[in-house]
């Protein structure tokens, strides 16, 4: 008897640590998530590692040298000031990840939560959250972080205020839509037969059950915050100088793009890779693990 | 069973009613069942007639928003209905529990078994982690798993179908309730499995004084489980006899349709199974008078007309039929 049932057992033993396992044996076939896997090391190998890879001041200004094409001393050649083209990519890795990390930081902890109460309890709570996402939902997402620098006014922290808040419907959206599915599994409805108290409901069979859309959302809302960044940054509204920042880099570069285009391109291409790796992981992440996208 | 004890549930014309965007659909319609202290009910109808509905609606594990419970449920003497939210969730899992239909999906995927009959044990008996981890694995031993230090640390995927019922059951029965809602604990296991979860449910409820509403399709399952049985057809009760004249006695033509499509093995091979023409009503457009009618074999003018009176005879027998009435 308790043999049989041990066979019957490993037929069994299914579903899920399966698709978790084929989920990973997925990703590290795709190439492109591999790619932006890479990538992002890099990424981040350059944020974390720039006081190392970079000694020296990426602010100080040298104008004998400005607007120096690549060379032995100047890697990435200089900007108008004079300033090191490369220090000051590799210190805008940094900006860019902390804002990245903040504004996705600022759509989680608000989102989710928010999300989270809305699926669960739905009637008149949902009704509501719901309304007021689709007031926010309505403004394109650059517009809504553009207004609200406006209103808040420029820098750093409100940099990433405005582009959290403006993700914040994204994140209510995605969880709420797949708390709606998670909360119909019977072993929901098994933990409520039980008299499990709704926040533990919540907490333990719902929030863990929806977590990898979060995830993936998170990949790709890291590169859309460094896209809104770089763009505040552009049109002179994002994080000012002196600090390096790419957008604003790029913004000061414009007025040498014939000349020298090198000042423009370099920071051009950090944005570009920066923002490549994260959707091209996302993707993968989506590819591999959102269940949505299994055939 | 001892029916001299008041007993521990009374439904009294229950109404659970869905809104619906075509309206509003009473998928139970006025019930009145009662179950005594240690007694088996069985609760049998086709799929559609308001079996599991019953049950959520008695556990009021429906959502408000979209359903409504009107009547009476004395529990222990008080109505289940009129109390608090917090109250109900606390007579949820300590008092009266459920076991459910799907063990492939009863359980949390992601976590362990162990971890989700402990949960109930530390909400409901303010055991710590390790008493309530402990407490655990002592029922998976109850339930017969077979080392169950080592399942209750796994997830449910590496279970069978059958042994997740277990667990099912060790969930259900951890904190022991004094009442337990079967719904369809066999129908989604092969039969050897069945013959072994109806086994263990009858043990367990041996051991106790618990009392359990079986509710299934399965008329074997009742045959080897129940005392009573309330067949129900369209949300409503059709008849209600103890076990043994229900089979051999039955008094509704419903009842006896159910009887008839029991499939016998006959020599020949070529009998046809009998079968209940038709199909449940749509709730939504009733038919006129007794509901069953228009599949009745004996329908007479009357039942297109005038819904039939519950008629109680014998001791403990009821029946809503004219044929009955009329005798």
Known sequence: MTDRKNVDTDQNSGDNTVSGSRGWAKLKRNRAALAGGILLLIYLLCALGAPVLFRGDPSAPDLMNSLSPPSGAYFLGTDELGRSILGRILYGARVSLLIAVGVVGVGLVIGVPVGLVSGYYGGKTDFIIQRFTDMMLAFPGFLLALALVAILGVGL??????????????????????????????????????????????????????????IIQTSLGMGTAILFAAGLGFLGIGVQPPTPEWGSMLGSARAYMMGKPHVATFPGIAIFLAVLSFNLLGDGLRDAFDPRSRI | MNRSEPPLLSVRNMITSFHTHDGIVNAVNGIDFDIFPGETLGLVGESGCGKSVTAMSVLRLLNPSSATTLGEVIFKGENLLDMTPEKMRLI??????????????????????????????????????????????????????????????????????????????????CCSPCLVFADEPTTALDVTIQAQIIRLLDHLKKGSNMSVVLITHDLGVIARMAARVVVMYAGKVVEEAPVVPLFHDPRHPYTRGLLNSIPVLKNDGQTRLTEIPGIVPNLLHMPEGCSFHPRCSRVMDICTKKSPPMVHFMENRRAACWLVSDE
């Open chain 2, 92 to 173: 949820r899992g300590s008092e009266i529990s459920m076991i459910f239909q799907e063990p492939m999906t009863s359980l949390n995927p992601i976590l362990t078994v162990g971890e989700q009959i402990a949960e109930s044990l530390r909400l409901h008996e303010k055991l710590d982690q390790e008493k309530a981890w402990e407490k655990a694995v002592q029922m998976l031993k109850l339930v017969q798993i077979p080392s169950p230090e080592i399942r209750a640390g796994q997830y449910p995927h590496k279970l069978s179908g059958g042994m997740r019922q277990r667990a099912m059951i060790a969930m259900a029965l």
């Open chain 1, 157 to 214: 922290k409100n940099t990433v205020i405005s582009i959290g808040i403006s993700m914040i419907p994204l994140y209510i959206r995605l969880v709420r839509g797949c708390v709606l599915t998670v909360k119909e599994e019977v072993y929901v409805e098994a933990a409520r037969a039980c008299g499990t108290r709704d926040l533990n409901i919540i907490r333990h069979h719902i929030l863990p059950n929806v977590l990898a859309p979060i």
